[in-house]
């Protein structure tokens, strides 16, 4: 079957400091594509960062970005100086056969 | 560019009462759209998803079902609501570069 692991229930920085989010997966696929949604107090989800497997570079999207490690099965998020409004659930995902399939997510709290 | 659409934002039911939530989603044709219950501070639970008119599939066998009368409409329903069908309701459509998009979600609370 496949999965998605968060290990990290739940996180907390002070503002402006560096962070980052776990997120390991289990696929037999080979190309795939990975995502981190960010879902805040008001429970609107917001899709934050995509990643193909099939490219080696990591992206990046203004203070996010990921480390893929594809032979790890690894996809973690860092989010560069963080700010009160980064208070969120973040949930990890990857495409699989028309669905997602999710992790349980991480609670970040971002203290000022 | 393209929006989706969800209603109600708040709904409270007793218990053995229908429901239908309504999604809709704008500047897309043929969409992949999906149905979604989150608990509090949990996960997202997949309930169904359609790739077409007509055309719904079932992850979790429950007391809900879904249609989808029009290519861009995506109606969830009970006949009769149980407690356990509380929660956070939401629905979303994939790009075809397969992310997918959220509308704002209903909170459903049956009393």
């Known amino acids: 079957a496949q999965t998605v692991t968060q290990s990290q229930p739940e996180m907390s920085v002070q503002e402006a400091e560096t962070v980052t989010l776990s997120c390991t997966y289990d696929?037999?696929?080979?190309?795939?594509?990975l995502f981190w949604y960010k879902q805040p107090p008001s429970r609107q989800m917001i899709l934050v960062i995509r990643q193909e497997a099939y490219k080696q570079q990591n992206a990046t999207e203004n203070r996010f970005s990921v480390n893929f490690q594809k032979a790890a099965k690894s996809f973690s998020l860092k989010i560069s100086d963080s700010q009160l409004g980064d208070t969120a659930m973040y949930f990890c995902?990857?495409?699989?056969?028309?669905?997602?399939?999710w992790g349980a997510g991480t609670k970040l709290i971002i203290k000022p | 560019s393209q929006t989706i659409h969800q209603w109600p934002a708040t709904l409270v039911q007793p218990v053995g009462s229908p429901l239908s939530l309504e999604c809709t989603v704008e500047?897309?044709?043929?969409?992949?759209l999906y149905w979604y219950r989150q608990a509090a501070g949990r996960g997202l639970q997949l309930l169904f998803y359609?790739?077409?008119?007509?055309?719904i599939s079932s992850e979790v066998p429950q007391n809900l079902s879904a249609s989808r009368p029009q290519d861009r409409q995506f109606i969830l329903s009970s006949k009769k609501l149980l407690l356990s069908d509380s929660g956070f309701y939401l629905c979303a459509w994939m790009s075809e570069s397969y992310e997918q998009y959220f509308g704002p979600g209903t909170r459903l609370t049956v009393t």
């Open positions: 995902a990857f495409y699989s056969n028309y669905q997602l399939i």
């Open positions: 359609s790739v077409g008119i007509g055309q």
């Open positions: 500047g897309t044709s043929n969409p992949n």
């Open positions: 696929t037999s696929e080979n190309n795939y594509y």
